[in-house]
């Protein structure tokens, strides 16, 4: 890859599985750099972190969770002059190998999706956290005129205008990191794209699966949805003046 990627780790006590994850990183994309984003852990996820090669390590006062870790880190590549930033999770699930295929994605899109639902791998979830996957997935798939089969996935890729609107705009509250993040997008005209990927188990870590907090995520993606079309977006200059300004640069 001939651009400068960054991989962003949001890490809440990851410490435990965080040397396997870089090591990964490590021998299948020698050439992307990493910024592990501590979220306010009580363990040692930032010592181990820099001892375990990431190129970078921000440490967050208290727990903001992931949009707010990602809000950090989408500042950090765009005043660090990457030109594409992948957000991965530090739990394990998100394979790196599959880091070339998002970045060869962007060459359609503003945002790429790895997602869980579109024909690899045999990841499933059933119950109510299901029936509201797949409502947001038929919702979203209309706002962004594309199908879309795995709307809250964790796994994503993103150009360099799409990293400088997120490091000067991006949601932190609950599934502001996917869904709010990706309709504020859309309504600000970048576009956004999937690729199959398959999930792994995490490696660290217990999932939430009780019914009672599948129904609690049910309402909760449906009012975060909501919010994201009502919510009112900052101004992004047009595609047209990106590119005049871009070129008068460059002369």
Not at 237 to 247: C, D, K, N, V
């Amino acid at each position: 890859m001939n651009q400068r990627v960054l991989l962003i780790l949001p890490a809440w006590n990851e410490s435990e599985g965080l040397p396997a994850i870089l090591k990964e990183i490590q021998e299948k994309l020698p050439s992307v750099d990493t910024l592990v984003v501590d979220d306010g852990s009580a363990d040692e996820t930032a010592a181990v972190a820099a001892a375990y090669g990431a190129t970078a390590v921000a440490r967050l006062p208290y727990n903001l969770g992931v949009g707010g870790a990602m809000r950090l880190g989408y500042r950090y590549a765009y005043e660090h002059g990457y030109d594409i930033a992948i957000q991965c999770d530090a739990d394990g699930q998100h394979d790196p190998a599959y880091v070339p295929q998002l970045v060869a994605a962007l060459g359609q899109a503003d945002l790429v999706i790895g997602a869980r639902f579109a024909g690899e791998g045999a990841y499933t979830v059933r119950g109510p956290r299901k029936w509201a996957m797949k409502l947001l997935s038929v919702v979203l798939s209309r706002i962004a005129r594309t199908r879309l089969t795995d709307t809250t996935s964790g796994f994503r890729a993103c150009n360099r205008n799409l990293i400088e609107f997120f490091a000067h705009w991006y949601p932190v509250e609950y599934l502001g990191d996917t869904v709010e993040s990706m309709v504020g997008a859309i309504r600000c005209g970048f576009t956004v794209r999937q690729i199959p990927v398959a999930m792994r188990e995490r490696t660290t870590g217990t999932p939430s699966a009780s019914p009672l907090k599948a129904m609690v995520y049910l309402g909760r993606a449906g009012f975060v949805l909501l919010l994201a079309m009502i919510r009112r977006m900052p101004e992004v200059p047009r595609r047209e003046e990106t590119r005049e300004l871009a070129g008068a640069a460059a002369k």
